[in-house]
């Protein structure tokens, strides 16, 4: 079976996406890109991640063309497929219907730096994307450009994607992303958040980039 472990992350965290509340039913979507072989495996259309199995999960190119699976795979993937081609260091992407950043994307306004932790996006707001229909070129092409240089955009009237290098960061950013906007909510209906500033922002994103564990030479990327 092509790709069996990014098969079994994208259940595992599809799980975990739903469970945590980040995606309701059979929406949103998860993907891993493995460039050595170029091939991007991605969750299945309409199929609750609690009844989804390894067996499920869609190996297709960049263009959509079925390499492995016999199911049809998620009406996103053009959204998927142009964060790979046009961000290099992406090697997956989540894309979830959470309700506070569903808020925001429906009010078209963007996440800001109501609280640090926002520098985990690589930015200091989370910008919005116009609306475009979902499953076009044309959502996957705006969500893109939006992104600019950052890891995470609001999509209008639809939800949140993030990407990262791993499908741990990815989903990861879709956790603080979605923390971020709910504090942002609720400082907004008792006043007026302060947002940091961006020279704040630029020393909190430099700190970030020494967080956490150093891999160890040869150790093995985690997806």
Not at 117 to 144: H, K, M
Not at 195 to 202: F, Q, T
Request: hydrophobic fraction near 40%; aromatic fraction near 8%; charge should be negative.
């Amino acid at each position: 079976m092509l790709l069996q472990e990014e098969r079994e992350l994208i259940v595992e965290y599809g799980k975990k996406m739903s469970a945590a509340g980040l995606s309701a039913g059979t929406s949103g979507n998860i993907s891993i890109y493995n460039a050595e072989k170029k091939l991007m495996a991605i969750s299945p259309s309409g199929i609750s991640y609690f009844d989804t199995v390894p067996e499920d999960i869609v190996i297709i190119d960049l263009e959509a063309n079925i390499v492995e699976g016999s199911k049809k795979p998620s009406s996103e993937w053009a959204l998927h497929s142009e964060f790979y081609k046009h961000k290099p260091d992406c090697r997956a992407v989540v894309h979830a219907h959470s309700r506070f950043c569903t808020t925001f994307a429906v009010l078209n306004q963007p996440v800001k730096a109501v609280h640090y932790v926002i520098g985990d996006a690589g930015t200091a707001t989370v910008p919005c994307a116009p609306y475009r229909t979902f499953g076009s070129l044309e959502l996957a092409q705006e969500a893109v450009e939006v992104c600019g240089e950052g890891n995470a955009v609001l999509l209008a009237n639809h939800g949140l994607i993030t990407c990262g290098a791993t499908l741990k960061s990815a989903y990861g950013l879709a956790c603080n992303m979605e923390f971020i906007a709910e504090v942002q909510y609720r400082a907004m209906c008792i006043g007026n958040p302060v947002i940091l500033s961006d020279e704040e922002m630029d020393h909190v994103m430099d700190e970030f980039k020494s967080y956490g564990q150093v891999r160890k030479p040869g150790e093995k990327q985690c997806y």
